[in-house]
């Protein structure tokens, strides 16, 4: 669940460190009030909520499949260690 959620905050966060490259290389002061215009910030807001959005839909296709059927532990078969899967 860890590893879901810092996905998901690293995509919503993603469109605000990419302004704030674009305001360092352009040469202009990252950390002013003024650089960070309502405008501005209401498109980072929607880009990172579609980002984040689009995140949870592929995470919800790819590990879907690993979520189906019933999971056997590992266990010993015949002297043989047989590995935990889902089946």
């Given amino acids: ?8 905050i690293t ?8 302004f ?3 305001l360092f290389v352009r040469g202009r002061p990252v950390f002013a009030r003024h650089a960070w215009e309502k405008g501005a910030l209401f498109w980072m807001v929607a880009i990172g ?3 984040a959005a689009a995140g949870i839909a592929a995470l919800g296709m ?3 499949g690993a979520t189906n ?6 266990h ?3 002297g043989v260690l047989v590995p ?3 089946e």
């Fill in 1 to 8: 669940m860890l590893r879901i959620s810092l996905i998901e």
């Fill in 84 to 86: 935990g899967r889902v």
């Fill in 11 to 18: 995509l919503f966060l993603a469109p605000f460190a990419t």
């Fill in 76 to 78: 010993f078969e015949n």
């Fill in 62 to 64: 790819v590990e879907d």
């Fill in 49 to 51: 909520l579609v980002f």
């Fill in 69 to 74: 059927g019933a999971w056997r532990p590992s």
């Fill in 20 to 22: 704030a490259l674009y």
